[in-house]
């Protein structure tokens, strides 16, 4: 199994709605991502957990919640988004402890806050 | 400040001819360089790295090359298929980084 699945493909928030984007690998990787990437621009990085843990918050504002229950599940808690918040998220796993390796990436959510 | 840059935006080749896409970065600290490819509504999907150890890495139609001292890598695809057409990320991190860093990316058109 060499997939990050993510779901749900799609999604459509008030702004005052509570939603969340989950994300799953079974490939073993201890290092799990959230990025965000508008039209026309490179993905840009969120969080990374490490071990479960979270070693990177890229300055995120605090109506996104990660989480990370357990070394194959990641989930993005969502609250209060403004329209501006709309993009494509996207899941990536990778092992650690392996030297240099890629991401997988998931097939991303496409998120539409109304 | 961008730390890794693809200058051309979009570029049309021949179906069978070769394409080019060229990336530069600026960290000197990178030490590990990747091409994504990217259908539209679609995740990233890797398609050939390379450590700063090589200067080339080929496989199959891809061939990564870079010059470190000009700080500046290119992918080139050969021969050219319609199947090609996508956005290619380039990409860097550091060893032991967790951090990729995408580039904006080029648009390939592949024209039959």
């Known amino acids: 199994d060499t997939e990050v699945t993510q779901t749900p493909k799609h999604l459509v928030m008030g702004m005052t709605n509570k939603k969340s984007l989950k994300c799953e690998q079974h490939?073993?990787?201890?290092?799990m991502y959230w990025y965000k990437q508008k039209a026309k621009k490179p993905p840009e990085l969120m969080f990374v957990?490490?071990?479960?843990?979270?070693?990177i918050n890229e300055s995120v504002p605090s109506r996104f919640s990660p989480e990370c229950p357990n070394s194959s599940l990641l989930n993005l808690h969502l609250h209060a988004l403004q329209p501006e918040d709309s993009a494509l998220y996207l899941c990536?796993?990778?092992?650690?402890?392996?030297?240099?390796?890629?991401?997988?990436f998931g097939q991303g959510t496409r998120l539409t806050v109304v | 400040d961008q730390q890794v840059k693809q200058n051309s935006p979009s570029l049309s080749v021949q179906e069978g001819r070769i394409s080019i896409l060229n990336c530069d970065y600026t960290?000197?600290?990178?030490?590990?360089f990747l091409w994504y490819k990217k259908y539209p509504a679609e995740g990233p999907t890797f398609l050939i790295s390379?450590?700063?150890?090589?200067d080339k890495n080929e496989d199959g139609r891809f061939t990564v090359f870079l010059n470190k001292s000009a700080k500046h890598l290119s992918l080139h695809i050969v021969p050219s298929q319609p199947g090609d057409s996508a956005v290619y990320f380039c990409?860097?991190?550091?060893?032991?980084?967790?951090?990729?860093?995408f580039g904006p990316g080029t648009r390939l058109s592949v024209l039959p």
């Open positions: 990536a796993s990778r092992p650690m402890g392996q030297g240099n390796t890629e991401a997988f």
């Open positions: 490939m073993g990787h201890r290092a």
């Open positions: 957990y490490s071990y479960e843990k979270l070693s």
């Open positions: 960290n000197s600290m990178f030490d590990y």
């Open positions: 390379i450590s700063s150890i090589k």
């Open positions: 990409a860097a991190i550091r060893t032991y980084g967790q951090n990729f860093v």
